[in-house]
């Protein structure tokens, strides 16, 4: 089991991920993708990031906006739309509960706690 998971771990979540970033406003694909990349999740490429935004823009989660550049090539900015905002929150608690669930059976809390 010495291979790296985290790329199948996060693939799982990168949905969830991507609303997260948008819940302080508006952003594009490369900020997103630098904004995970800071938090330890390492590179998100182009090709895995813009067809997640590509699908949550068709299911509402977020809608898109080109805007021209005065130097250098447009941008797609990204906002959260109201049902994004409840996708996210539900989301959300769905994840915390599973992570909680995970973490307590790898720590063994869970089998400690049915011994008591």
Not at 13 to 24: F, P
Not at 84 to 102: D, K, M, N, P, Y
């Amino acid at each position: 089991m010495a291979r790296d998971r985290r790329a199948s771990w996060l693939k799982g979540v990168l949905d969830l991920l991507v609303l997260s970033c948008l819940v302080e406003g508006e952003s594009y694909g490369y900020e997103i993708a630098r904004h995970l990349e800071e938090a330890g999740l390492g590179k998100i490429r182009g090709g895995t990031l813009y067809p997640v935004l590509n699908r949550m823009e068709e299911a509402g989660l977020v809608r898109a906006e080109y805007r021209a550049a005065e130097r250098g090539p447009g941008r797609r900015y990204y906002q959260l739309t109201p049902e994004g905002e409840r996708a996210l929150s539900e989301q959300r608690e769905a994840w915390l509960g599973f992570h909680r669930a995970v973490a307590d059976t790898l720590t063994g809390a869970t089998r400690q706690g049915a011994d008591s």
